[in-house]
């Protein structure tokens, strides 16, 4: 079994005073990179580092919301003043305004999508100048949700942005090639503060709190567990075991990991000369109509009381 070690790597992990975004930057920081922790809240990335650096690690706390080009540049000008360059970057800082779409406010729509992705998209841009610059390469980990993969419900913003972030993932790692950083999505499924709102979850992400275990019908058939379950995905993704894994989208979450697929064509029909209406409602329910794709997140199967 290969060693993981990424000593005298440095790494930005952006909203990881808590939930996954802390588990990240303490398996980074446990396979010994340097890490920036950020956050809004000051209290919670000054705990975050001191977790670290009480375990034996190296991290400092920069305190800012990320979506502008100017928290971006801050976060990655952080990494090099302190540890004197950038070797990888998460993009886990998120947020969540849930509504039904004729209830979503602009606000509600544009809060989540300047975080999610317009965050990605400006941390990802600064960090991959700063890497190409220095060379040697580097890694992107973007953070996915189930929700970009198959939609769900009471998340427009939400599932647009995650959508829109696999996406991102796929152009730059084609992008970012010659330059040997790659860039992948995962997409985690823990028990943290917003799978604590999902009714179904709920019950165990509580007693989980209590100290309670998991059953195994939720860490292995849903693949559902804590943020250290999804946490060990980053490290191996930074390091050179996975030099050659680059434009995936990987779900991680209990004790499962797996890999999404990207869409693609799954039936066609063809027409001499095109298509009319009249043709299309009449083909439709033998051929691309036979087979409808599901849409949304699939109810978990949770044991019986």
């Given at each position: 079994?290969?060693?993981?070690?990424?000593?005298?790597?440095?790494?930005?992990v952006t909203g990881s005073g808590r939930g996954l975004g802390l588990a990240y930057a303490r398996a980074l920081a446990a396979h010994g990179?340097?890490?920036?922790?950020?956050?809004?809240?000051?209290?919670?990335?000054?705990?975050?580092?001191?977790?670290?650096?009480?375990?034996?690690?190296?991290?400092?706390?920069?305190?800012?919301?990320?979506?502008?080009?100017?928290?971006?540049?801050?976060?990655?000008?952080?990494?090099?003043?302190?540890?004197?360059?950038?070797?990888?970057?998460?993009?886990?800082?998120?947020?969540?305004?849930?509504?039904?779409?004729?209830?979503?406010?602009?606000?509600?729509?544009?809060?989540?999508?300047?975080?999610?992705?317009?965050?990605?998209?400006?941390?990802?841009?600064?960090?991959?100048?700063?890497?190409?610059?220095?060379?040697?390469?580097?890694?992107?980990?973007?953070?996915?949700?189930?929700?970009?993969?198959?939609?769900?419900?009471?998340?427009?913003?939400?599932?647009?942005?995650?959508?829109?972030?696999?996406?991102?993932?796929?152009?730059?790692?084609?992008?970012?090639?010659?330059?040997?950083?790659?860039?992948?999505?995962?997409?985690?499924?823990?028990?943290?503060?917003?799978?604590?709102?999902?009714?179904?979850?709920?019950?165990?992400?509580?007693?989980?709190?209590?100290?309670?275990?998991?059953?195994?019908?939720?860490?292995?058939?849903?693949?559902?567990?804590?943020?250290?379950?999804?946490?060990?995905?980053?490290?191996?993704?930074?390091?050179?075991?996975?030099?050659?894994?680059?434009?995936?989208?990987?779900?991680?979450?209990?004790?499962?990991?797996?890999?999404?697929?990207?869409p693609e064509e799954i039936k066609a029909a063809y027409a001499d000369g095109g298509w009319t209406a009249e043709a299309l409602a009449d083909?439709?329910?033998?051929?691309?109509?036979?087979?409808?794709?599901?849409?949304?997140?699939?109810?978990?199967?949770?044991?019986?009381?």
């Amino acid at each position: 079994m290969p060693s993981i070690d990424l000593t005298g790597k440095s790494a930005v992990v952006t909203g990881s005073g808590r939930g996954l975004g802390l588990a990240y930057a303490r398996a980074l920081a446990a396979h010994g990179a340097s890490v920036v922790v950020n956050d809004v809240d000051e209290a919670a990335a000054e705990a975050a580092v001191k977790s670290i650096t009480e375990a034996g690690g190296n991290a400092v706390a920069e305190v800012v919301a990320v979506g502008t080009s100017e928290a971006a540049d801050r976060l990655v000008g952080r990494a090099v003043a302190e540890f004197g360059r950038l070797d990888v970057l998460v993009t886990n800082a998120g947020i969540l305004r849930d509504r039904v779409l004729w209830k979503m406010t602009d606000d509600d729509f544009d809060a989540v999508v300047t975080t999610h992705l317009r965050g990605t998209f400006t941390c990802a841009r600064a960090a991959a100048v700063r890497m190409r610059e220095q060379g040697g390469g580097g890694t992107l980990v973007l953070v996915g949700s189930p929700a970009g993969q198959r939609g769900n419900f009471g998340q427009t913003n939400y599932a647009a942005a995650k959508a829109g972030i696999a996406a991102m993932a796929r152009t730059w790692s084609m992008e970012l090639a010659r330059a040997g950083i790659t860039v992948n999505a995962v997409v985690p499924v823990a028990a943290t503060a917003m799978t604590g709102s999902v009714p179904a979850f709920a019950p165990y992400v509580e007693a989980l709190r209590h100290g309670e275990p998991l059953p195994d019908a939720l860490r292995k058939g849903e693949g559902f567990g804590t943020p250290e379950d999804c946490a060990a995905l980053v490290p191996f993704l930074a390091s050179d075991a996975a030099r050659d894994v680059t434009g995936q989208c990987i779900g991680i979450g209990g004790d499962k990991v797996a890999l999404w697929s990207h869409p693609e064509e799954i039936k066609a029909a063809y027409a001499d000369g095109g298509w009319t209406a009249e043709a299309l409602a009449d083909v439709w329910p033998a051929t691309l109509g036979a087979a409808p794709q599901t849409v949304g997140i699939p109810a978990p199967k949770l044991p019986e009381a």
